[in-house]
């Protein structure tokens, strides 16, 4: 009995190894060609409003959501709720400290990111990225300090729905990718606590 389990268990670990090393080089080419043209178009239209400099949204937020959006698309966090919610939940909450609180680094920058977090754990729409965009609206410079809530429209908003754009064409081409994730883990975990509050409310109600 206790071979049996072991030899279960190393069967079990060689294919975790195996699908964990595998290499599937379509998966990785549409990965580059989604990234490729999302950040590109992001790119060629921001260049147009911002100045190059100035240019970070390339480099931080938009960058890591690639990552999530083309390369890991059935996470839970790269799906569209999480994708244009939480840049856009993050960028409202970044300008707001910004306006509101004295330009001190120190004091800005952890709000931003801190409040951030916790409005995109109560709006469920948690996307890592996010908090970089938050972070983004106190730090960017005085270009993107003078836009105030302009930078939420663009460019968080039109660069979000940018990418979701692209991965909604390039992550369906083949019929191995499916974005975004019906059954995700995310959504599976909210149905079961919406049945386990109705079940515990009905029970409630007959006691």
């Known amino acids: 009995m206790i071979r049996h389990k072991l ?8 294919y975790v190894v195996y699908k964990e ?5 379509r998966e990785h080419f549409w ?9 590109g178009i992001i790119a060629w239209l921001q260049h147009l409003q911002l100045p190059r400099l100035e240019n970070v949204f ?17 996470s839970p966090l790269a799906q569209p709720r999480n994708l244009i919610g939480g840049h856009v939940v993050s960028a409202l909450v970044g ?4 306006l509101l609180c004295p330009d001190i680094i120190w004091i800005t920058a952890p709000l931003a990111v801190a409040c951030s977090i916790v409005a995109m754990q109560i709006t469920k729409t948690l996307h890592p ?8 609206a106190v730090t960017g410079g005085t270009k993107i300090a003078a836009m105030g809530y302009w930078y939420v429209l663009s460019p968080v908003l039109s660069g979000a729905l940018i990418l979701f754009l692209v991965a909604l064409i390039f992550n369906n081409i083949t019929p191995k990718r499916h974005y975004p994730v019906k059954a995700s883990r995310l959504r599976r975990s909210r149905r079961q606590q919406i049945r386990s509050r109705f079940t515990a409310g009905r029970r409630h109600s007959r006691s």
């Open 31 to 39: 990965s580059f060609i989604g990234a490729i043209f999302g950040i």
């Open 21 to 25: 090393t595998l290499v599937d080089f």
């Open 129 to 136: 990225p996010g908090g970089a965009t938050a972070l983004i």
């Open 7 to 14: 030899k279960r268990q190393i069967r079990l670990y060689r």
């Open 95 to 98: 300008v707001t400290v910004q």
């Open 58 to 74: 390339l480099i931080g937020s938009f960058g890591a959501s690639s990552v999530l959006v083309y390369g890991a698309i059935q």
